[in-house]
């Protein structure tokens, strides 16, 4: 018996939760720490070329660069190699990118670190949230993944109150310790790692039955028997689901072209359109650049910027613990509607306040605190919806088959996206100014009828009834169908799910039943 095969129940579910929530939370710290780097003296010192907007631009995106071909990594991989194998490929990139980071002293060096550390996040936040959504029970499972985001949450809240502690420090501790404090993520991962399995629906699609039907049993409860009926029920479920798809299949080309009963294409399309909805929402625009915006657009000098901004990563990390209660609660789609009208009303607020300080310089100082308290109702409507929601939805959604594919493809987007948003944004901040967030209130607006006409509840189904909402109803067009926008699980998944765990077992029964046959026949055989 293995490490992985020694715990069961809570604390295998602890140890599970426990990897993916601190790959997660590296991630987080990542998004907020590079922030104070860029506006820190020393740094700037060593790193004269991020004085230039573009360079600068370039320093923190690259970083989703390296993000966008881990998920493609992910994308062509991840299947093949199994979620544990790959988080440990993304744990060893973080690693080796974080290393080169904290030693540099060239920019070269510098950008390559970025850009590898970039890689692993890339691969690990392709991974963890398809991981943790398949060792979970449907009724748990928004509220863990939503977990793995608010731990990503709180340590970007922890990197910007660390960058405004260090501005006191001065030198070149102000942005090497913040740097090489995220070293310390690793060393939580790796112990809970050795001691978890690879997901059972990964298992059975690699048929490791034998495996799987042991995890499932492991993660039901400590001495739960693989012959428990539930055990066996889940399992015959999720075996009856890759059979079909598996009947089911077809190219690569006819699945573009929309000809697969299960709709992979529109699926995938709809997990990358809440990873780019998420981006567009300007959100990475605030993460890298609030203190510099801040300091050019509002006049305050980089003390009062830095303790604004730990101010707001405080608000995010209170909103993000409010939607862990809120997620299976509301549902995806009311959280994605509510923030789009939210977020986007912020945002045009934002954008009359800073033309109205154009216009009236003498309301400047009174306009620019206006200004700071919408850029928090921003961040705590962003944390409630669009902040956690497309973690969960892009590891439900797609199916089994497609799974890490779709969420690498989902997670491809947001990173691209999260790279030409960084690029640009300095650049839009000194030339549109107030327009650059009049554009983005635009962007969250138009989210609304989008969600509200294209996307379906996925809120307390099992990750097995995602093919019937789209075999079931083929339209794209889920409006005005309550199956496909209530909470509650519908009936007609219900019933679905018990067609298919009794066709398993008839099957199963009949397989036994010709075998058993088979060997009677040939006992006469041999007496005769």
Not at 289 to 306: E, I, M, W
Not at 339 to 348: A, K, Q
Request: proline residues 3%; contains cysteine; hydrophobic residues 45%.
């Amino acid at each position: 018996m293995g490490l992985s095969d020694k715990l069961s129940d809570l604390p295998l579910m602890v140890c599970v939760t426990i990897v993916n929530a601190a790959s997660m939370s590296w991630f987080g710290y990542d998004q907020g720490v590079f922030s104070g780097v860029l506006i820190s003296s020393d740094f700037k010192y060593w790193f004269p070329q991020t004085n230039d907007s573009n360079i600068s631009g370039i320093t923190s995106s690259c970083f989703s660069l390296g993000a966008f071909f881990g998920a493609i990594f992910a994308f062509f991989y991840g299947d093949k190699m199994g979620r544990k194998k790959t988080i440990w490929i993304a744990l060893a990139t973080n690693v080796i990118g974080s290393i080169l980071q904290i030693t540099s002293w060239h920019f070269p060096q510098l950008i390559i670190g970025r850009i590898i550390n970039g890689f692993g996040m890339g691969v690990s936040s392709s991974t963890c949230p398809v991981y943790q959504a398949e060792c979970t029970k449907p009724r748990f499972r928004g509220k863990l993944v939503v977990f793995q985001s608010l731990s990503l949450t709180a340590a970007y809240c922890l990197s910007n109150w660390m960058n405004y502690a260090l501005y006191f420090q001065g030198g070149v501790l102000q942005w090497r310790f913040p740097l090489g404090f995220q070293l310390i993520f690793p060393c939580m991962i790796v112990i809970p790692l050795l001691l978890v399995p690879d997901s059972p629906r990964w298992l059975m699609l690699k048929d490791r039955n034998e495996e799987a039907i042991a995890v499932i049993a492991r993660l039901a409860g400590r001495g739960v028997s693989k012959e428990d009926p539930d055990v066996v029920a889940e399992f015959l479920s999720v075996q009856a689901t890759i059979e079909q798809e598996r009947r089911e299949t077809v190219s690569t080309a006819d699945m573009l072209r929309c000809r697969d009963k299960a709709q992979n294409l529109r699926r995938i399309l709809l997990s990358s359109g809440t990873q780019f909805m998420q981006q567009f929402s300007g959100v990475n625009a605030l993460g890298y650049y609030l203190p510099t915006v801040l300091v050019q657009v509002l006049g305050y000098d980089q003390q009062k910027s830095r303790l604004l901004t730990g101010v707001n990563a405080t608000i995010y990390l209170f909103a993000a613990i409010c939607c862990l209660f809120l997620i299976d609660r509301l549902g995806r789609r009311k959280m994605m509607l509510y923030g789009s009208s939210t977020m986007g009303s912020c945002y045009f607020i934002i954008a009359m306040t800073l033309l109205g300080a154009n216009i009236h310089p003498s309301m400047r100082v009174r306009l620019g605190e206006v200004t700071t308290a919408f850029f928090f109702l921003y961040y705590f409507f962003y944390g409630t919806s669009f902040a956690k929601v497309p973690w969960v939805f892009n590891s439900e959604v797609n199916s089994i088959g497609w799974r890490t594919r779709g969420a690498a493809v989902a997670t491809a987007t947001n990173w691209m996206g999260g790279f030409i948003v960084t690029q640009f944004t300095k650049t839009g901040v000194d030339n549109l100014g107030w327009g650059f967030f009049l554009l983005f209130a635009g962007f969250c607006y138009a989210y609304f009828p989008i969600v509200y006409c294209f996307y379906p509840e996925t809120s307390l189904r099992t990750l097995e009834d995602m093919d019937q909402i789209f075999i079931q109803y083929p339209s794209i067009f889920v409006c005005g169908k309550r199956d496909l926008t209530q909470r509650a699980r519908p009936q007609l998944f219900i019933d679905a799910e018990h067609a298919r765990v009794a066709e398993a077992q008839s099957a199963k029964t009949g397989v036994v039943a010709v075998e058993v046959k088979d060997h009677t026949i040939a006992e006469q055989g041999e007496k005769v």
